[in-house]
């Protein structure tokens, strides 16, 4: 294993400093999609899917004609049989300048309420190559810049994008 990659999976004592413990807060960040920053991202590597709520689709202004039907019914939300609306890849981005990483991954509109705007699953953490440690709410991923570490500000519920 390389050195970057032993980093990018170890997090040291220090990156819990200023986490009141304990604590089980829940993982949500804001990223760009679609060159928009978009709120209430919960990180969720339960999640087999991406899912953009469609509310929050809809106000991105993206080409519908780029979507892709036909998909199964989703019955984790709430215990209901939810029908996804339709199926899209969108270009997500999270950082600043050289700390910032973008990818293209694909996203599940559904058609429901949900205190969230999106919930990034594990085709993000897959295709991010990235490492969560929920204890000390913190992020890891690699750019071209070197391994970068985002923990979440738990006095304003954002993060914080810090420098590795």
Do not use: W
Not at 132 to 145: D, E, G, R
């Amino acid at each position: 294993m390389g050195k970057q990659s032993a980093e990018l999976t170890m997090c040291k004592e220090e990156d819990c400093i200023g986490i009141l413990q304990p604590q089980d807060d829940p993982f949500i960040i804001s990223v760009e999609i679609a060159n928009y920053e978009v709120t209430l991202v919960f990180i969720d590597n339960g999640s087999s899917i991406n899912v953009i709520f469609f509310l929050d689709f809809d106000q991105l202004g993206v080409n519908r004609d780029l979507l892709n039907g036909n998909l199964e019914p989703l019955i984790p939300f709430g215990d209901n049989i939810i029908h996804p609306f339709e199926e899209m890849d969108l270009t997500l981005s999270i950082g600043l300048h050289l700390r910032r990483m973008s990818l293209t991954t694909g996203f599940t509109i559904v058609d429901c309420f949900s205190s969230n705007n999106v919930i990034l699953g594990q085709p993000f953490f897959t295709e991010m190559d990235m490492t969560i440690n929920q204890k000390m709410l913190v992020m890891k991923f690699l750019t071209s810049a070197g391994i970068r570490m985002v923990r979440i500000d738990q006095c304003q519920q954002s993060y914080v994008m810090l420098q590795q």
